[in-house]
């Protein structure tokens, strides 16, 4: 919706919903880090910390989850804007790499910035398992990813969220979720009204005095708490509103989803929809429908029909 809306010719009309709420989601890429943080432990912490997995098969299994979606995508910007600086960016997003560069603005696949940042903490991943490695030890490199931000802020400037030590507190504390996730299903089951009234009413705080807060750490601090008290939410929930086909089906495509939608928006935005909508409303709304059904259409075709029948692909994802 963020995108739609930033990119979008003709803007909806300005309110709180799109001047405030739909911007925020942006920081969903945050929580998005998060997830992946809780996720990759449970894939594979107890197999790194056992020995129970090489390197080779952790990262090939990384890059085949992620680089043939992605390639496609960069191979298909490339193709409509065939130049050498293109080339160049295409170059290093294909290493999923590009986050160590010392200046890493690349406009293909913007979106996929979140990527090296993943990746990154892929590559890093190891050192998160020795800083996970017990519940004492976790809180104490949380604490630290956090004092170094402040740091980081108060005396080199304030890192942006492609930077990873930006980004550290929210895949530390996925980890960290996940050392207590038997724990937190249980309370979860046991007082899921009271759970989620808590996270309700801490998310109306948030974004009730978000714009009384001036300083921009708290600010970090306040959404870092917000989305932490939503995933331990999600870890113990067992409600159909969380645990559907729809929501399983969504999240199993919603990093193609995402890296894909700026793509279909470029292709919708071709069709001119404003000729024939006068309401600006509603013509951001069709856009936006629009865009959301052919990111998924898109998605699912590439992933459960293209992809599939990539041979790499298909026999690292099987071992």
Same mark, same amino acid.
């Given at each position: 919706?963020?995108?739609?809306?930033?990119?979008?010719? %003709?803007? *909806?009309? #300005?309110?709180?919903?799109?001047?405030?709420?739909? *911007?925020?989601?942006? !920081?969903?890429?945050?929580?998005?880090?998060?997830?992946? #943080?809780?996720?990759?432990?449970?894939?594979?912490?107890? =197999?790194?910390?056992? #020995? @129970?997995?090489?390197?080779?098969?952790?990262?090939?299994?990384?890059?085949?989850?992620?680089?043939?979606?992605?390639?496609?995508?960069?191979?298909?910007?490339?193709?409509? !804007?065939?130049?050498?600086?293109?080339?160049?960016?295409?170059?290093?997003?294909?290493?999923?790499?590009?986050?160590?560069?010392?200046?890493?603005?690349?406009?293909?696949?913007? %979106?996929?910035?979140?990527?090296?940042?993943?990746?990154?903490?892929?590559?890093?991943? *190891? $050192?998160?398992?020795?800083?996970?490695?017990?519940?004492?030890?976790?809180?104490?490199?949380?604490?630290?990813?956090?004092?170094?931000?402040?740091?980081?802020? %108060? @005396? $080199?400037?304030?890192?942006?969220?492609?930077?990873? %030590?930006?980004?550290?507190?929210?895949?530390?504390?996925?980890?960290?979720?996940?050392?207590? =996730?038997?724990?937190?299903?249980?309370?979860?089951?046991?007082?899921?009204?009271?759970?989620?009234?808590?996270?309700?009413?801490?998310?109306?705080?948030?974004?009730?005095?978000?714009?009384?807060?001036?300083?921009?750490?708290? =600010?970090?601090?306040?959404?870092?708490?917000?989305?932490?008290?939503?995933?331990?939410?999600?870890?113990?929930?067992?409600?159909?509103?969380?645990?559907?086909?729809?929501?399983?089906?969504?999240?199993?495509?919603?990093?193609?989803?995402?890296?894909?939608?700026?793509?279909?928006?470029?292709?919708?935005? @071709?069709?001119?929809?404003?000729?024939?909508? !006068?309401? @600006?409303?509603?013509?951001?709304?069709?856009?936006?429908?629009?865009?959301?059904?052919?990111?998924?259409?898109?998605?699912?075709?590439?992933?459960?029909?293209?992809?599939?029948?990539?041979?790499?692909?298909?026999?690292?994802?099987?071992?």
């Amino acid at each position: 919706m963020m995108h739609v809306l930033a990119n979008i010719g %003709v803007k *909806p009309s #300005g309110n709180y919903l799109t001047c405030s709420l739909i *911007p925020f989601f942006t !920081d969903f890429v945050l929580l998005f880090m998060m997830v992946s #943080g809780f996720s990759l432990c449970c894939g594979y912490y107890d =197999k790194l910390k056992s #020995g @129970r997995i090489s390197p080779n098969e952790f990262y090939s299994r990384r890059y085949s989850r992620i680089l043939p979606f992605f390639a496609l995508l960069c191979l298909i910007d490339f193709a409509l !804007d065939f130049n050498l600086d293109t080339f160049y960016q295409v170059y290093a997003n294909l290493t999923l790499c590009f986050n160590l560069l010392p200046e890493h603005n690349i406009e293909v696949i913007g %979106v996929g910035w979140f990527l090296g940042v993943v990746f990154l903490f892929y590559l890093l991943f *190891p $050192f998160f398992v020795f800083m996970l490695d017990s519940k004492r030890r976790s809180w104490l490199s949380l604490a630290l990813a956090v004092g170094l931000l402040f740091i980081a802020m %108060v @005396r $080199f400037g304030a890192p942006g969220r492609s930077n990873i %030590v930006f980004d550290a507190p929210y895949f530390l504390i996925g980890g960290i979720a996940f050392l207590y =996730k038997d724990r937190l299903a249980e309370a979860g089951g046991r007082h899921g009204i009271i759970s989620a009234v808590g996270v309700l009413l801490l998310t109306v705080l948030y974004f009730g005095t978000r714009g009384l807060v001036g300083s921009w750490y708290l =600010k970090y601090l306040f959404e870092l708490l917000m989305f932490t008290a939503w995933l331990v939410y999600a870890i113990g929930s067992h409600d159909v509103i969380l645990n559907n086909r729809l929501v399983r089906y969504i999240s199993g495509i919603s990093m193609e989803i995402y890296l894909c939608h700026m793509l279909v928006f470029r292709i919708v935005e @071709r069709l001119h929809v404003e000729r024939f909508v !006068d309401n @600006r409303n509603i013509l951001y709304v069709l856009t936006f429908v629009a865009v959301l059904a052919g990111a998924i259409c898109f998605s699912h075709v590439v992933k459960f029909h293209v992809l599939k029948h990539v041979p790499l692909v298909r026999v690292v994802r099987h071992k």
